[in-house]
């Protein structure tokens, strides 16, 4: 695998910025639950690869959980999706990280997953990204490719509702 496909490295981080000149934006928020419980572990589930998983991917990753320059491959059926994680976030109220694309990923850009703890208790994920078509078939296929781009940041958020709810609550 070669470097980023990209520029605008870390730019996911100040998402006031995004996106970048000549790419689509991204920004799609789950509601997960409502305790510290459910934050904790969808934190856990998120740094750890177990969403991508749940959300039928298959992972490759050089570390178990997500860190600054861990490079991952995913694969969706014939798919290969390669990044790296470029930032990563663990504090009191936010857990997170960002990954951006290396050669060989369909898409060039850079996504970012936060799990955040509002005061009132609820806790959510926001999915932020930016990108633009690499590969040709994306290319052809135009807005078509935003909407299962949508359709999979809507995936992550159920899978990780779900994996944090069974591990809080075990259902």
């Known amino acids: 695998m070669d470097g980023f496909t990209y520029e605008e490295v870390g730019a996911t981080r100040d998402a006031g910025s995004l996106p970048p000149p000549g790419y689509h934006l991204l920004r799609m928020r789950v509601r997960l639950g409502d305790s510290p419980e459910v934050f904790a572990a969808a934190g856990r589930a998120l ?17 178990p959980d997500a860190a600054p320059g861990v490079r991952v491959v995913m694969r969706a059926g014939p798919v290969r999706i390669p990044c790296e994680v470029v930032w990563t976030v663990r504090e009191e109220r936010r857990t997170g990280f ?7 990923h369909p898409e060039c850009g850079e996504e970012s997953f936060v799990v955040e703890s509002e005061a009132d208790g609820s806790v959510w994920l926001t999915v932020t990204a930016f990108s633009r078509p690499a590969a040709w078939y994306l290319r052809v296929a135009g807005p078509a490719g935003r909407l299962v781009q949508r359709a999979a940041a809507r995936r992550y958020g159920s899978c990780l509702r779900r994996l944090a709810q069974k591990q809080t609550y075990g259902r």
């Open 47 to 63: 740094l750890g690869w177990r969403m991508q998983r749940a959300a039928g991917l298959r992972v490759g990753a050089d570390a």
């Open 98 to 104: 960002a990954y951006g694309t290396l050669a060989g």
